[in-house]
């Protein structure tokens, strides 16, 4: 037979890559960063809870997901270009629109991510 398998499976320097990574976790206390930038996602993200064809805005630290009221078939395809159009890559699932930024994302990306998806948003529904 033919074992199949991941080419990284049991990759002994990528393994020391991610034990270095969360060393380095445990000592600039990153989570702990990261939570106050979370909560700025969410606060640049709040707006979307007004929209009218949103429902359903959730965040769990730096993810973030919100669903869209829309019958169009080909709406995360819409989206998608539009979100793309204004300089953000996200990923549309279905209606289900989800953030999933880098730790290293600024307070200022989070803002301009969330103005961006608000405007892709719009475009992509007037399509």
Request: aromatic content about 8%.
């Amino acid at each position: 037979g033919f074992l199949h398998s991941h080419s990284y499976t049991g990759n002994a320097l990528a393994c020391r890559a991610a034990l270095a990574t969360l060393d380095i976790f445990a000592e600039d206390q990153v989570i702990d960063a990261n939570r106050g930038l979370a909560e700025h996602l969410g606060s640049c993200l709040q707006p979307l809870a007004d929209h009218p064809q949103v429902r359903h805005l959730r965040r769990r630290g730096m993810v973030a997901a919100f669903d869209v009221l829309s019958d169009d078939p080909r709406f995360s395809e819409r989206f998608y270009r539009q979100a793309l159009a204004n300089g953000i890559l996200l990923r549309p699932i279905g209606n289900t629109v989800y953030f999933m930024p880098p730790y290293v994302i600024s307070r200022d990306e989070c803002e301009f991510l969330a103005t961006r998806a608000i405007a892709a948003l719009d475009s992509a529904l007037r399509e």
